[in-house]
């Protein structure tokens, strides 16, 4: 058997305008994140969780912030090639928990969305869990949105 872990987080700050995506979902067009990307936190730290559990290095090496390439980028496409890198690496998914950290929007009602796109991302299953920072910091504020997100890898084929 071999297995391997990976962990990603990431943070970014909300303006109230334009349109926030969470785990490839839109979850409100009353904010939105500020990045060069879609700044979907979710799927960031789930690509960051994919590339740690190969040691294939971090999104900011991958997906240069500076690059045009990526301005406005769905997310999903991190995904899919850390997905890529995974399976170059003879691994596979075997399941992902995440954690969103954010005082608005209310995500209950997304929840079970995100987890099933999540879910056909890394055909594995999926958990997600959401919460406040009960009024605390800038997540508390209403300033920013944060998550992170473990993932187990199996080596293929065990
Ligand atoms: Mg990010």
């Known amino acids: 058997m071999s297995f391997r872990v990976g962990f990603g987080h990431d943070i970014h700050r909300l303006q109230p305008h334009g349109r926030l995506v969470l785990g490839g979902v839109t979850v409100s067009e009353e904010m939105s994140a500020i990045a060069h990307s879609d700044g979907d936190v979710l799927l960031h730290a789930l690509t960051d ?14 997906f240069r912030n500076d690059d045009p390439k990526w301005q ?6 991190f995904v899919e ?16 928990d995440g ?12 929840k079970r969305q995100i987890v099933d ?5 890394l055909h ?12 605390m ?5 209403g300033e920013a949105i944060a998550a992170q997100v473990v993932v187990l890898l199996e080596r293929a084929g065990e």
């Open 99 to 110: 954690m969103v950290h954010a005082e608005r929007p209310k995500l209950s009602p997304f």
């Open 49 to 62: 969780a994919l590339l740690g559990a190969i040691g294939g290095g971090d999104i900011g090496e991958l």
């Open 124 to 135: 594995a299953p999926v958990n997600l869990k959401a919460g406040t920072n009960e009024g």
């Open 81 to 96: 090639e850390a997905l890529r890198q995974v399976h170059d690496a003879g691994y596979r998914v075997v399941n992902a």
């Open 137 to 141: 910091d800038a997540v508390g504020r």
């Open 117 to 121: 796109t999540l879910g056909r991302l």
């Open 72 to 77: 406005d980028a769905s997310s999903i496409l």
